[in-house]
């Protein structure tokens, strides 16, 4: 039972409420993950952090490698548990995005959601974010749907099991890199550090980290940096599709496919969003519901909340 934390140094209320957070998602941390993770208003030094970890020996649990809150050791079995989920759903995703990156007008394939943070159950689907070429967002969403249906990994609107398909919950415009003021928040900040980047072309990826910023005012840890992504050594590959590109482009059917598909989606719109520019599509809203239960949690245990 955790006990009231008011009076503990900023540095463990740290690492209590990033616990609290990935516990939300029954989700234990490596060290490494935790000092990553570090939800912070400022940078925490490694020494300061070990102290941290040591003065609440008593309250958090480390076994096999994972942090968790004391009496939630269940969690860490359940990570062990789940690791065969992950590398299977990981090489669907890779496989994917090998034959999404045929498509020209695609700049950036990431994983997002759970198998981002390697935190999925054998029925979960795949969640993927997408960034298209300027002024070709619905065309792009056109190919992306033709291609994963070919793959037999399509996941459909109301589809209620949709075991290892690919959900493609978020594309946006290359215009459109930086997140919207009104939602940068935690969970936005923590969607976008975990993401798994795929594939890129150019340098897409480093200009969206560097279009949010923003993230290291919660979490300071966070590296913002452009590891090497497939892109570069699928670059002879990319040449080839040139005249795939031309043909694509020389259609002109951007409109005509953003049309029809607004026109679909009209029918079908509850909470999505869909603009010239973002595509989002998400049945439920978790990002309002996570920072409410965090909230909660912090509150009850007296730590300061600062998002």
Not at 174 to 179: C, D, G, K, N, P
Not at 239 to 246: H, K, N, P
Request: aromatic share 12%; with cysteine.
């Amino acid at each position: 039972m955790l006990s009231n934390n008011l009076f503990l140094q900023s540095d463990e209320q740290a690492i209590l409420k990033t616990l609290l957070y990935s516990d939300i998602f029954d989700f234990p941390l490596t060290r490494d993950e935790l000092w990553r993770f570090l939800i912070s208003n400022k940078k925490i030094t490694k020494e300061a952090f070990t102290t941290a970890l040591q003065t609440l020996s008593h309250t958090i649990v480390l076994k096999n490698g994972l942090y968790c809150l004391r009496g939630r050791e269940q969690t860490i079995l359940t990570r062990k548990k789940n690791s065969k989920e992950v590398h299977k759903k990981m090489q669907i995703a890779r496989k994917a995005a090998f034959y999404l990156a045929f498509i020209p007008t695609i700049r950036f394939i990431g994983i997002s959601g759970g198998l981002a943070l390697e935190n999925v159950e054998k029925g979960d689907d795949i969640d993927f974010f997408i960034i298209t070429k300027k002024g070709t967002l619905f065309m792009t969403r056109f190919w992306i749907l033709l291609t994963l249906e070919w793959l037999n990994l399509r996941r459909k609107r109301n589809e209620s099991e949709a075991v290892d398909k690919v959900c493609v919950n978020l594309l946006v415009d290359e215009t459109r890199l930086a997140w919207p003021m009104g939602k940068r928040d935690l969970y936005v900040a923590h969607e976008i550090s975990q993401m798994k980047p795929l594939f890129e072309r150019g340098t897409t990826y480093e200009q969206f980290l560097m279009s949010n910023k923003w993230v290291e005012k919660f979490l300071p840890n966070t590296p913002l940096i452009t590891p090497v992504l497939p892109g570069r050594r699928w670059k002879t590959t990319y040449y080839s599709l040139q005249l795939l590109s031309v043909l694509i482009s020389g259609l002109r059917f951007e409109s005509l496919v953003k049309k029809m598909q607004k026109h679909y989606m009209k029918k079908h719109q509850t909470s999505e969003v869909v603009t010239n520019t973002v595509l989002a599509f998400h049945p439920f809203d978790y990002r309002t519901k996570t920072m409410e239960i965090l909230r909660s949690k912090c509150d009850k245990l007296g730590l300061l909340t600062n998002f």
